[in-house]
């Protein structure tokens, strides 16, 4: 018995032993700051696309140091960020960082450099210097360089906001270009010992020969509501590009069978649609054929029947996609797809569709064919509206089986969604808090329903609400 206690009290006299040691090593500094001691930026003067070169010398007696947060902006934009690990209880720090020509740099804009220095105690130390100033490039010309036909001069129409302008083109709907700076030869190709402005992502920027070397960066730009582009012009600030023309006249007939295509390539999975563009005018009266019965086949929310064969188109003046679906005798409306919020919002889910007979609902969360999906229509500033079909049917869950949301676009595009949690929602729609469906516009298992609603979202007064039609 007493061995074991001899052994009980050697163990914790070792655990008090290890206790006092590790105590021991956990080093405490007294409190401090640390000193961005100096700042050095070679240049006091650049131009867009050069380098600037940068010394930091940073140091704390008392704490060591433990980061360098260092940052670069220009124009209220991050050209450069990077954290940087310094030890003991000095440390200098260099850095070359290149500060690029992109959209938006204005003439003779301050170049800041961001520091932040923090020691192993968590104090922390901030410096802004701004001795740099960045100038844009000098731009004597610029050229329209078209693929495959001869330069054109750009003429400066706005020397404050740098427009540049051409017209007097005799292109189709579609030109694919570069913008040049210098060109050369008898037909004006892009030379490019000087600045070029290309393909760069899904905007405009600056190129080189190396990175198009498969010509792959030209800029194409489409307008089909023109007969034809004849203006031209480029905003060298903004590197944005708009195209003019004499546009299309409002369709004035349409046939189902002529004038859309069989199977157009833009559904997946659907062989029983005809489709195209369609250039609709607001208010223009159109005379239909191929189609049958307009007062039952024409979507409420685009014409306004007036006759047999005539209806009035009630959207903004534009070009839309016309798929008619054949077993139906059909013709569905909606905006071009890439059309967005608040231009156009959409509806995506299931529970309903098409507000006409036969009645059909949608079976899944798609956006193959319009038989997935509807447009709502911008009827008038801040308020959408969509007539379809919906059944509501009691379900095993907590929702019933209408259920959709509005999307900014068609598509999916995470955070572009406007939840019905953040409306008044008037029965017998309800905003769903339900796990998984958070946001969702549906109905209740407790109000099975069917019939044809105009569905309006208003973000005047954040509402939504349904009027039964019939």
């Not at 090593?25 to 006091?44: G, L």
């Not at 469906?437 to 509402?463: M, Q």
Request: aromatic share 10%.
């Amino acid at each position: 018995m007493k061995k074991y206690i001899k052994f009980f009290v050697l163990i914790s006299a070792a655990i008090g032993s290890w206790a006092c040691t590790n105590e021991d090593i956990v080093v405490r500094y007294a409190a401090s700051t640390p000193k961005i001691d100096t700042v050095t930026v070679k240049e006091s003067q650049i131009t867009y696309g050069d380098s600037i070169h940068i010394k930091v010398a940073v140091s704390d007696k008392v704490a060591p140091l433990s980061t360098l947060q260092f940052r670069v902006v220009c124009n209220n934009e991050i050209v450069y960020t990077e954290t940087i690990r310094t030890k003991g209880n000095a440390a200098g720090v260099s850095r070359t960082v290149g500060v690029p020509f992109v959209a938006n740099r204005p003439d003779n804009a301050p170049v800041k450099v961001y520091l932040t220095e923090t020691n192993v105690s968590g104090s922390a130390r901030d410096s802004i210097v701004s001795t740099t100033i960045a100038k844009r490039p000098i731009i004597t010309e610029l050229w329209l360089v078209p693929d495959g036909t001869a330069g054109v001069k750009l003429n400066l129409t706005d020397a404050t906001n740098l427009i540049y302008n051409i017209a007097g083109l005799t292109f189709g709907t579609t030109i694919k270009y570069k913008i040049a700076t210098k060109v050369k030869g008898p037909f004006k190709k892009v030379d490019w010992s000087g600045l070029v402005f290309g393909k760069v992502g899904d905007g405009i920027g600056l190129i080189d020969s190396i990175s198009n070397a498969a010509g792959s960066l030209s800029l194409s730009t489409t307008d089909a509501t023109l007969v034809g582009i004849s203006s031209f012009t480029f905003d060298a600030l903004k590197f944005s590009v708009k195209v003019g023309g004499k546009l299309l006249e409002p369709v004035t007939a349409l046939d189902m069978i002529t004038d859309l295509q069989l199977n157009p390539p833009a559904l997946i999975n659907n062989t029983n649609f005809r489709g195209g563009n369609v250039y609709f005018g607001e208010g223009v009266e159109v005379t239909f054929s191929g189609i049958t019965n307009l007062a039952n086949n024409l979507s409420p929310d685009y014409f306004q029947v007036t006759g047999p064969t005539t209806a009035k188109f009630l959207g903004k003046t534009g070009l839309y996609k016309a798929y008619f679906l054949t077993t139906a005798s059909y013709l569905y409306i909606e905006p071009q797809p890439e059309a967005i919020y608040p231009e156009a919002l959409w509806i995506c889910g299931q529970g309903f569709g098409r507000p006409q007979t036969p009645y059909m609902t949608t079976g899944s969360w798609n956006w193959n064919s319009p038989l997935d999906y509807f447009p709502c229509r911008l009827v008038s500033p801040g308020i959408y509206q969509v007539t379809v079909y919906c059944k509501n049917d009691a379900t095993t869950e907590l929702i019933g089986s209408l259920n959709f949301k509005f999307f900014d676009k068609r598509g999916w595009w995470d955070g572009h969604e406007h939840l019905s949690t953040n409306y008044t929602v008037s029965a017998p729609l309800s905003a769903s808090s339900v796990a998984g469906n958070v946001g969702n516009t549906v109905g209740l298992t407790s109000a099975p329903f069917e019939g044809v609603y105009k569905i309006t979202l208003n973000e005047n007064d954040h509402t939504i609400k349904a009027q039964k039609m019939n």
